[in-house]
């Protein structure tokens, strides 16, 4: 089973994440956060990883540690879940159209933690939350995950589109790399033999 429960306490937040890679994108998402929860609902969606996160954090604060240490939680639980990644696809991509929003990703499981993030939200909030969370997000996610992660805004005027544009587009990604390749499903790929 490809499966992974990761929980962590700080003096800042306490999150539990639970993840299935091999769900049907069943999810169920609350941190307190409305705008980060709908994102995190489309991760699971369209990466048919299913997703159960619960965080406390210091909202009264801001919004910054909770999306921070579910990135992490959520990035350790990807890694944790894929153990030695015997027989996955490694690489996944997609161009994801969202209204005027086009957004790419790009990703290589490759244990190897980098973020190339071009997605310029032109408003410095959506509702209530901060847009730089969003690459806070992504920064925690890839560095816990190990996942070089490449994302770009190739259009867009609209931060809301462009956000969920963005978790859209790495979902599918996600989804394409984290699959079983059927044609060498008992192999890990790299011509090193280990990722
Ligand atoms: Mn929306």
Not at 90 to 102: K, N, T, V
Not at 138 to 153: E, K, P, Q
């Amino acid at each position: 089973m490809r499966t992974a429960t990761v929980t962590r306490k700080t003096a800042e937040t306490e999150i539990s994440v639970t993840i299935d890679l091999d769900g049907t994108g069943r999810y169920d998402n609350q941190t307190g956060v409305g705008f980060f929860d709908h994102m995190l609902d489309q991760l699971a969606r369209h990466s048919l990883i299913d997703m159960e996160i619960r965080a406390k954090g210091d909202l009264h604060i801001d919004d910054h540690h909770t999306v921070e240490d579910t990135g992490i939680a959520l990035g350790r639980a990807l890694a944790q879940a894929l153990g030695d990644k015997t027989g996955i696809r490694r690489y996944g991509s997609c161009l994801l159209p969202m209204d005027d929003a086009l957004v790419r990703a790009a990703l290589d499981l490759s244990g190897r933690p980098y973020l190339v993030w071009n997605v310029d939200l032109p408003t410095p909030k959506i509702g209530t939350f901060d847009t730089e969370l969003v690459r806070e997000f992504f920064t925690a996610f890839s560095t816990n995950g190990g996942i070089t992660l490449h994302v770009d805004r190739l259009h867009g005027f609209n931060s809301h589109h462009i956000a969920e544009a963005a978790f859209k587009a790495v979902a599918r990604a996600l989804r394409e790399a984290v699959e079983t390749d059927p044609r060498k499903a008992d192999a890990v790929p790299s011509t090193k033999g280990a990722l």
